[in-house]
């Protein structure tokens, strides 16, 4: 069984590597066909980017294969019995957030990388090593407090029940729920600044916008987002009464008013056919598949392992494999994904006029240096948008891609 899992988790990862490698040629060779959306230096830029983000995805990669063979290899069962002294709880507890903390300082120099090396050179990085380390250590205490006590809850349901799998997964369901219904008012809290939206012109089309889709929101608020990050964003968050509208400042810096009622359209399109939701079940789908399965692995594995089959072992199990049950259940997540955007593209082109959605998407693509074009195979594991100019041309925009060169074939036909 033990030969098994390292064979899948091997498995995961070339295929996570291949995948890499094919994006990576892919640029290389696109980018030489002439630029698309954008001036051919923006082009060149976004390139860079996007190789410079997947060749630190791959060290990355390369990087949790040795940590999982490390951790299966005896590092799982060194970390157990290093609590064995203290309470059951303790011992769990200890356990499974050691692992998590050990594997989050371990791999923190990627996070350094992306922020200081490649987002600094292409100009996305506005955040001081001062607040990168802040933010690093509130992310890191909110895991360990709130991590905590889900590891308490989940072991008190494992100590219990018999089915308790099925109990584990309900609970952590919650969670997930819970997540989303205060993620803004958390990050709020504790990251960015948020401050309500003057009253004007803007507001008075937004608050029109979403009284059309009978979006109820807690608040309209602008994010101070810029302090960290120079990119566009915009985000719906929360369920219920918690509901808000966040922009970020840089949005509204770079956007005209027509055009940021077409994102916000879009964004308002995910709402009224019920998106969250969607994925909220999706997630519950692959949750409780992955419970069933923690819920019945043989016993003979733990044996291989050196190790109990204590609640802590199966938490650390479940943490170590999660990557691998998602990255396969990824492409079914990005194929509803990729039609709930052209939806949503299509609520927005009619809330907010198709002509300002088509300027804003372009915007978007040019100032965060998002290159428009990817390999199908990247697309098929990683994306949950669709290619930018399939979208375009799906609001009535023609884009003419230089298809004349040997080899090369336009990675995005009308469907």
Not at 242 to 259: G, M, N, Y
Request: glycine share 8%; proline share 4%; aromatic share 12%.
């Amino acid at each position: 069984m033990l030969t098994s899992i390292i064979t899948v988790y091997t498995f995961y990862i070339f295929v996570r590597l291949y995948v890499s490698v094919m994006q990576i040629g892919y640029i290389n060779q696109i980018k030489r066909k002439g630029a698309v959306l954008m001036g051919e230096r923006e082009y060149l830029d976004a390139a860079g980017y996007a190789v410079a983000k997947e060749k630190l995805s791959m060290a990355e990669a390369f990087v949790e294969y040795l940590l999982f063979l490390v951790w299966i290899g005896g590092m799982m069962a060194w970390l157990d019995a290093a609590f064995l002294s203290q309470s059951p709880m303790v011992q769990t507890i200890g356990a499974v957030m050691g692992l998590i903390l050990i594997n989050t300082l371990l791999t923190l120099p990627f996070g350094w990388i992306s922020k200081f090396k490649i987002d600094q050179k292409y100009g996305f990085n506005r955040s001081s090593i001062g607040q990168f380390i802040k933010d690093t250590l509130i992310s890191m205490v909110l895991s360990l407090v709130f991590g905590s006590l889900v590891v308490w809850a989940v072991a008190s349901i494992i100590g219990s029940n018999q089915m308790w799998w099925l109990w584990s997964f309900a609970f952590i369901m919650s969670v997930v729920i819970a997540i989303n219904m205060f993620f803004p008012t958390i990050r709020a809290l504790f990251f960015d600044k948020v401050t309500p939206l003057e009253n004007g012109e803007l507001r008075e089309k937004i608050e029109e916008l979403m009284a059309k889709t009978g979006f109820v929101s807690s608040g309209i608020f602008v994010s101070d987002a810029s302090k960290r990050d120079a990119r566009l964003n915009a985000y719906f968050g929360g369920i219920g009464k918690t509901k808000r509208v966040v922009l970020f400042d840089t949005l509204i810096q770079k956007l005209t008013p027509a055009e940021l009622i077409a994102v916000l359209g879009h964004e308002l399109g995910h709402f009224a056919h019920g998106d969250l939701y969607k994925n909220i079940a999706m997630v519950g789908a692959m949750l409780f598949g992955m419970f069933a399965l923690f819920g019945n692995l043989p016993e003979t594995l733990y044996m291989e392992l050196g190790v109990s089959q204590s609640p802590q072992v199966i938490m650390m199990l479940f943490i170590l494999l999660l990557p691998v049950v998602s990255f396969f259940i990824m492409p079914l997540f990005g194929m509803m994904s990729r039609h709930n955007e052209y939806e949503a593209d299509r609520t927005g082109s009619e809330l907010g006029g198709a002509e300002h959605l088509v300027n804003a998407l372009k915007k978007l693509v040019s100032e965060n240096k998002s290159f428009p074009l990817s390999h199908p195979l990247y697309r098929f594991f990683h994306t949950t948008h669709p290619p930018v100019v399939d979208r375009l041309r799906a609001l009535g925009y023609d884009i003419h891609l230089n298809t004349s060169d040997e080899g090369y074939a336009d990675p995005c036909p009308n469907d």
